[in-house]
């Protein structure tokens, strides 16, 4: 069964940073594209980035790009996103799943998450 474990997350101010890293458990993350995802109160689940298996193709929402870096260390079974010039409205809970790098949609279950939340 795939499990995806998330970790990272945390209250940190406006313009602050955050790294997120999603870890595998029983099974190898460098065979699947791999994406980041959120939800905020209210709204729906939204994707926000995905790289590709080996790392070559990654893909942002317009709301994140040139703030959040995808990354994957395959040796390491992880996947980061890295969060510069975080906004209040960047505050969700942050989800990984195997995901389709073009579309930014995500495929299989879910997991528990972790919560961001950017407040002064």
């Known amino acids: 069964q795939l499990q995806l474990v998330e970790s990272g997350g945390g209250l940190v101010q406006p313009g602050g940073s955050l790294r997120l890293s999603c870890a595998a458990s029983g099974f190898t993350l460098g065979y699947y594209a791999i994406g980041w995802f959120r939800q905020a109160p209210g709204k729906e689940r939204e994707g926000v980035s995905c790289i590709s298996s080996s790392g070559a193709r990654t893909n942002y929402a317009d709301s994140v790009k040139g703030r959040f870096t995808i990354s994957r260390d395959n040796a390491k079974n992880t996947v980061y996103l890295q969060m510069n010039s975080l906004k209040p409205e960047d505050t969700a809970v942050y989800y990984c799943?195997?995901?389709?790098?073009?579309?930014?949609?995500?495929?299989?279950?879910w997991g528990q998450g972790t919560q961001v939340t950017v407040s002064s």
């Open positions: 799943a195997p995901c389709k790098v073009v579309a930014l949609e995500a495929f299989g279950s």
